[in-house]
């Protein structure tokens, strides 16, 4: 097989949405998140957000969790940099205050006695920190490191409260933070302490593990309290995530017992294609599944393939996806989206199949060319080799035959690929043009012919069976379908169907390899054996009742992508796979499907019984999908 890998692109990041800029709104009795950094980009700007009420968080139980979306990675990147969560120099932490009236001096007691709430750093992930100490717990303590948060709510030059918000979030604002009602101000509020009597300070470093969080406890202090009381905790990943949990707990770097067993793929893109990242996790209870861009939440988008189409270079950035359950959750590996340089093409290239074909039975394999905006013709070249098997040890077919057909009318046969020998000089020039391996003395008796073919209605078919000539004989066989089209174009047509139809003994499978080439293409990978019995004249047909597709990536290790089992691909998918494709062979639930983007490479998908014990009749198809 040929191997054409296209390795292009850079990181990009999207526009970003933008609404009519508001004045943020803070409340006393709300929570503020505020960053600052010591040195380096954006020294002289705090990042402040109101993250909500303290009720929404006291509310949480300690098996819960929710995502803090009031923060946006886009204002983080902004304002501190691309590597922001690998500085040493900038910190986060989360204050808030039921206030005091503001009559009378810091510590009267006249005034009511205020009830304050602060972060403090947890020295190891999910293991909950020993509070800061106050320097005193008397009413007038706690009401002076009330005044010290305050600010941040009161009109005073530099409060979040009233300030311009950014273009990425009604809640959030970037200050001076020379300002006195700034969060860098008040941090420094007395002798250089955070927020002056929280002691050593409520501020957590950026420096964030992949995979693993930035973490502070959430404490509360009352008027007239002997100790602060734990309420819960909020950790930062590295891609700019906060969430907030009930229990420390839920930050360990083993975040649950949910496992991804397939991690969404980098893709260089055509524009105005579609393009589908696929994940897989594992768990008990069943995960739920939410994907984000660039670190921001997408809005919806729950379940484990996501689908992106009329790609533009809006589409370009960082894609993960987290898999949440009662355990916990845990994150997938990115996935960078950019978009190919223009002019490049992606074609699916090859199919070959490889199979066990009974006496008297035959392999048949099935192709549709063409796609939007060709003409003209595909030149194939079509091959059947089993004579090549018995000389890798394997039980090959002695001698093939093989046939292309359109509909019920034979355009072309072969039975031995050097005969006659104008077929074989042919051949031999597509083998050499198309990669393949080649056809030589030693295999006489394989089948092997060129042909073009014009895109029609309901494609074409091969078939493939031991020549009845020599008897018949059946055996291992591989039928080889390739694009031998010379120097293609985005407007050549191009295979957009490939597909395999063969009965396959209990514990037997059928293996189809097919090949992609120049940019990432979206494929539906398809394995219908009940559904056959829809189709007229296939009523009784005796099919594979639990089709299971393994998909393979021969050029990485490990190399399998995706497992699926009956329907368990995406139900969804399976029941509206027409919106995508266009086949008069209908899916049903005891099927499987796989909808995916792939880079270009080698794969392999392999077809068997989930169960392993049943055999039958099943179709594997591969479809384009624009």
């Known amino acids: 097989m040929k191997n054409k890998f296209i390795l292009a692109g850079l990181l990009s990041w999207g526009c970003l949405s933008t609404y009519s800029q508001a004045a943020v709104s803070a409340n006393l009795n709300d929570l503020i998140l505020g960053f600052r950094a010591s040195g380096g980009q954006g020294q002289s700007v705090n990042l402040e957000v109101n993250i909500g009420s303290i009720s929404v968080y006291t509310a949480i139980s300690s098996t819960a969790s929710i995502p803090v979306t009031q923060l946006n990675v886009a204002d983080i990147v902004a304002t501190y940099g691309l590597n922001w969560a690998s500085r040493t120099d900038l910190t986060w932490g989360i204050v808030g205050s039921s206030g005091r009236i503001s009559a009378g001096p810091g510590g009267s007691t006249t005034q009511p006695a205020p009830t304050v709430w602060a972060t403090y750093p947890e020295t190891t992930i999910g293991t909950q920190s020993t509070p800061w100490v106050l320097s005193s717990l008397s009413r007038g303590a706690v009401s002076q490191a009330s005044q010290a948060i305050e600010s941040l709510y009161n009109s005073s030059p530099g409060s979040l409260n009233g300030a311009t918000s950014t273009i990425n979030s009604t809640t959030s604002s970037t200050i001076n933070s020379n300002l006195s009602g700034s969060w860098s101000y008040q941090d420094s509020y007395q002798a250089g302490q955070s927020f002056a009597y929280f002691n050593p300070t ?24 002997t100790a602060p009381t734990y309420v819960g905790t909020f950790g930062l990943n590295s ?126 394999l099935g192709l549709v060319n063409g796609g939007t905006g060709t003409s003209g013709a595909t030149n194939l070249l079509v091959r059947a080799s089993g004579q090549y098997l018995t000389s890798v040890g394997l039980s090959g077919m002695p001698d093939t035959s093989e046939s292309l057909l359109q509909g019920s009318t034979v355009l072309a046969t072969n039975n031995d690929w050097n005969s006659p020998s104008t077929n074989g000089v042919i051949v031999s020039a597509a083998d050499v043009a198309t990669g393949a391996f080649a056809n030589v003395a030693a295999n006489a008796l394989d089948s092997a012919l060129v042909y073009s073919v014009a895109p029609v209605s309901g494609g074409y078919t091969v078939q493939i069976q031991g020549n009845p000539a020599t008897g018949g ?75 299971k597709i393994v998909l393979y990536n021969l050029n990485v290790s490990p190399n399998v992508v995706l497992t699926t089992s009956i329907g368990s691909a995406n139900s969804t998918l399976i029941a509206n796979y027409s919106k995508l494709v266009s086949d008069s062979v209908p899916a049903t639930a005891a099927d499987s499907a796989i909808l995916i983007t792939l880079p270009p490479g080698n794969y392999s998908a392999v077809v068997n019984s989930a169960a392993g014990t049943n055999a039958g009749n099943v179709i594997l198809e591969v479809y384009e999908v624009q």
């Open 202 to 225: 409520v501020n957590v470093a950026t420096t964030i593990a992949s995979g693993s969080y930035s973490a502070a406890d959430l404490f509360q202090v009352a008027s007239g309290t």
């Open 239 to 364: 891609n700019g995530v906060l969430t907030y949990s009930g229990a420390a707990s839920y930050f360990k770097t083993a975040k649950g017992t949910n496992t991804f067993t397939a991690n969404p793929i980098s893709q260089t893109a055509v524009a105005g294609s579609t393009v589908v990242l696929t994940s897989a996790a594992t768990g008990t209870p069943a995960p739920s599944y939410q994907w984000y861009f660039n670190g921001n939440i997408m809005a919806g988008q729950t379940s484990a393939n996501l689908v992106l189409t009329s790609i533009a270079a809006t589409n370009t950035g960082s894609y993960t996806v987290v898999a949440t359950n009662s355990t916990g959750s845990n994150t997938s590996t990115e996935a960078k989206l950019s978009l190919a340089t223009s002019g490049t093409v992606s074609r699916l290239f090859d199919l070959s199949v490889l199979a066990n074909v009974a006496t008297g039975n035959t392999l048949t």
């Open 473 to 547: 004989k059946g055996g291992q066989v591989i039928g080889e379908i390739y694009d031998a089209t010379a120097s293609p174009t985005a407007t050549t047509p191009r295979l957009v169907n490939i597909s395999c139809l063969n009965n396959i003994a209990a514990k037997d499978s059928i293996t189809a390899g097919f090949v992609i080439t120049g940019a990432s293409k979206t494929v539906l990978i398809r394995a219908t054996g009940t559904g056959l019995n829809a189709i007229k004249g296939l009523e009784n047909f005796v099919t594979l009742a639990d089709p």
